[in-house]
């Protein structure tokens, strides 16, 4: 379904030199400002379902890891003692 966007001066001039430097329509420029907008937007609900199943997951076992326990496993990323996740615990 077609949709109108109106955009301000100055908005509508910064897509079209944005377009013009791309070598694109300004209609590209926004459908694809628009397409990232809503990736960004899905991403971070779907960050904080995740989040709200870890709390009720937590809240349902008690199963957790501490911050130390966490901030110890990143300290080996990228080093040759690097280790998978550690496992949680009560």
Aim: proline content about 3%.
């Amino acid at each position: 379904m077609p949709r109108l966007v109106q955009l301000d001066e100055d908005l509508d001039a910064r897509v079209a030199e944005i377009a013009r430097a791309r070598e694109l329509s300004p209609d590209q420029v926004v459908r694809e400002a628009v397409s990232e907008f809503v990736a960004r937007e899905d991403a971070h609900e779907a960050f904080g379902r995740e989040a709200v199943a870890s709390w009720e997951a937590y809240l349902a076992t008690g199963r957790h890891l501490t911050s130390e326990e966490v901030f110890d496993w990143l300290r080996t990323w990228g080093t040759d003692r690097e280790t998978g996740i550690p496992e949680c615990h009560d």
